[in-house]
């Protein structure tokens, strides 16, 4: 009866104003149930959005053994938050994986949100099948960004954050920017520009990938864009978080347990398909739910902890924020784009870079900087 094959995951996505989860079918990347999107509590703190996730995992009928990833928009470190830019700072050195695996009774997966964005964009979207560096940027409240190396994430890379205008670059050219300054396509453009450019010269992309809601008016501001490098829209939409989570989780739990790659969906899953479960929407009702599969994802997780806890290697991330970060950085690097600006224009997938694109004195610094990133990934890796 159980040829139910199909591999399947939850995934939820935390983001500054909802929360959204469903279930997901990895052969497809398709949501197997309608999604539930509830408010995210203000203020944002651990507590709250705990309870909310828990009463949107209890929406579902999950079945038992069904991995469950969770997006975060911080940099998350073996499942602990590293950094709250646009949440609530108490967020830092929370255990986010521990908290909601106790609240919600299942075992939970937590990723950065902009990574898991980028995992449903090379599974199912436009970097399918591409190798060399792909670096995935979601535009929204904040700048987010997934990169990844022939197919493997480098976990972490919060090039939202890279210097810019003598602060985060997301301070300056996210699109809560574009909307709180109301600035004109025109002028937002010239500021992705330099932030592209300063992106694209510090890590010579084979390919960018702009994800996050407004990459749905990508024709309105990607033309604009003079780059060497091919800069397209995301192919999934709303749906990417919950998507990548969803990806990330089964592959976190599946025996081979190498969470930073992306490799088929594993046709294991024994379980039958999430269902939206419409009638006990309260918490209540979710509780027996969620404490009736709590054994078996503990279960399940003993395969995945081990690869949890060693999967998603990362950086050394900063203790408090970006704000911090950037303050060092900034003289060296914000030099650069224009440098790098004066090189041909490519739009289409397939257009190539020049040969030459690097330049002047502060080449030194970049290039340590993507050696380090470089390194960054094999260690990611190893897993
Ligand atoms: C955070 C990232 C996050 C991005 C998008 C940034 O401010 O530092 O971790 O991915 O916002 O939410």
Redesign the pocket.
């Known amino acids: 009866m159980s040829k139910a094959k199909t591999p399947i995951a939850f995934g939820i996505d935390i983001g500054g104003s909802g929360i959204k989860g469903a279930p997901v079918d990895l052969t497809t990347g398709q949501l197997t149930a309608e999604r539930v999107r509830i408010r995210t509590p203000q203020p944002s703190t651990p507590d709250a959005v705990a309870d909310a996730v828990r009463d949107l995992v209890a929406s579902f009928d999950i079945p038992r053994g069904t991995p469950v990833g969770v997006t975060f928009?911080?940099?998350i470190q073996h499942g602990v938050a590293k950094?709250a830019?646009?949440v609530d700072s108490s967020w830092i050195g929370t255990d986010v994986d521990a908290l909601l695996t106790e609240r919600t009774g299942h075992d939970v997966f937590v990723v950065?949100?902009?990574d898991a964005a980028g995992i449903a964009e090379m599974d199912f979207g436009a970097g399918q099948g591409r190798k060399g560096v792909v670096l995935v940027i979601?535009l929204?409240?904040?700048?987010?960004s997934g990169m990844f190396v022939d197919g493997k994430l480098v976990p972490n890379a919060?090039l939202?954050?890279l210097p810019l205008k003598g602060d985060s670059a997301?301070k300056y050219m996210a699109s809560s920017v574009r909307e709180r300054e109301e600035l004109s396509w025109k002028k937002w453009s010239k500021r992705l520009q330099k932030y592209f450019s300063l992106v694209e010269f510090l890590f010579s992309p084979d390919l960018i990938i702009v994800g996050g809601g407004i990459s749905k008016e990508h024709e309105k501001f990607l033309p604009r864009l003079d780059l060497h490098t091919p800069i397209v829209p995301a192919g999934l939409r709303n749906e990417a978080g919950i998507v990548g989570a969803a990806a990330l989780a089964q592959r976190a739990t599946a025996p081979s347990g190498d969470a930073s790659s992306t490799p088929a969906p594993k046709p294991d899953a024994k379980k039958a398909p999430a269902t939206k479960k419409p009638a006990s929407k309260t918490s209540s009702g979710g509780a027996t739910a969620s404490a009736s599969t709590a054994r078996t994802k503990t279960t399940s997780a003993a395969a995945g902890t081990s690869a949890k806890k060693s999967a998603p290697a990362k950086k050394a991330a900063p203790s408090t924020r970006?704000a911090s970060t950037t303050t060092s950085a900034s003289a060296s690097t914000t030099t650069s784009p224009s440098a790098t600006k004066s090189a041909p224009t490519t739009k289409s997938a397939s257009a190539k870079k020049p040969a030459s694109t690097s330049k002047p004195g502060s080449a030194k610094k970049p290039a340590a900087a993507a050696k380090k990133t470089a390194s960054t990934t094999s260690k990611a890796s190893k897993n």
Not at 140 to 144: D, E, I, P, R, S
Request: hydrophobic fraction near 30%.
């Open positions: 928009p911080a940099v950094t830019a646009n950065n949100d902009a979601t929204g409240t904040g700048v987010g919060e939202g954050h997301e970006a």
